[in-house]
C-alpha cells in the first residue's frame, strides 16, 4: 500500500527539520573549531611590534614675545601616523621643559584620538572636562593654543595640509567662545617667532 499524502507531508517536514538540525549542529561545530584555535602569538614588546623610535619633535609653546617658539624634544613615537600624530600631541600637552612658560591647554586636556586622512587634512579629538564644559579663558590664550596645536602637527608631519579639531568626538565651533573651529586650520606663520622656528 502506498503512503497517504499526509504521511508523506509529515516525512518531509521531519526531513526538513532534520537537515536544519543538521546545518546548524555542523555550524556550530565549525564555530567552535575556529574558537579553539590558537591565536597567532603576538610579541610581548609592544614597542618592537609598533616599530616604535625615538624620534625628535619640535613642540611649539607661547614666548614671552607673545609669538610660538618651538622647543625640541625626543619622544617615542610609532611607525604608524595616526599613533605618532596622538603621541606628538599628549607630548605637547605635557607642557613646556622651561616650567615658567604656561602650558597651552587646561591640565585636564587628553587626545581621544587623531587621525589623518589622504588629502593632508588632520583630525585630532580632544578631550577633558574643561574643554567640554566651555573653556574660561582670553582669546589671546584660545589663539596661541589652538595654533600651538596646528604649528606642532605640521611641522612634524609635513604630509598634514591643514588640521581639524574636535572636542569630544564633535566638530567644534571654539574653544572658549573666540577663535572659530568650524573648519579645518592651516598654520599661520605671522604667529611663530621666526628666530625659534
Not at 5 to 15: K, N
Not at 75 to 83: C, K, S
Not at 105 to 121: E, I, M, N, W
Not at 142 to 156: C, D, G, H, P
Amino acid at each position: 500500500m502506498a503512503p497517504s499524502r499526509r504521511e508523506t507531508g509529515r516525512s518531509a517536514i521531519l526531513h526538513s527539520l532534520l537537515v536544519r538540525r543538521a546545518a546548524l549542529v555542523a555550524l556550530a561545530l565549525a564555530v567552535m573549531a575556529g574558537a579553539c584555535r590558537k591565536s597567532q602569538q603576538h610579541s610581548s614588546n609592544l614597542k618592537v611590534e609598533n616599530k616604535v623610535a625615538v624620534r625628535q619633535v619640535r613642540l611649539y609653546f607661547e614666548s614671552p614675545d607673545l609669538l610660538l617658539a618651538a622647543e625640541t624634544r625626543n619622544v617615542e613615537l610609532p611607525e604608524n601616523p595616526a599613533g605618532a600624530l596622538s603621541a606628538t600631541v599628549r607630548e605637547l600637552f605635557k607642557g613646556s621643559a622651561n616650567t615658567a612658560v604656561p602650558r597651552p591647554f587646561p591640565t585636564d586636556t587628553v587626545v581621544l584620538g587623531a587621525y589623518l586622512l589622504p588629502d593632508g587634512t588632520a583630525f585630532v579629538d580632544l578631550g577633558g572636562v574643561t574643554l567640554g564644559k566651555g573653556w574660561g579663558t582670553g582669546s589671546h590664550a584660545e589663539l596661541m593654543a589652538i595654533y600651538s596645536l596646528v604649528q606642532t602637527i605640521s611641522t612634524n608631519f609635513p604630509e598634514v595640509k591643514r588640521v581639524r579639531i574636535l572636542v569630544n568626538g564633535e566638530p567644534a565651533e571654539t574653544l572658549a567662545g573666540h577663535i572659530s573651529l568650524a573648519r579645518a586650520l592651516t598654520p599661520m606663520s605671522a604667529l611663530v617667532d621666526p628666530r625659534r622656528q
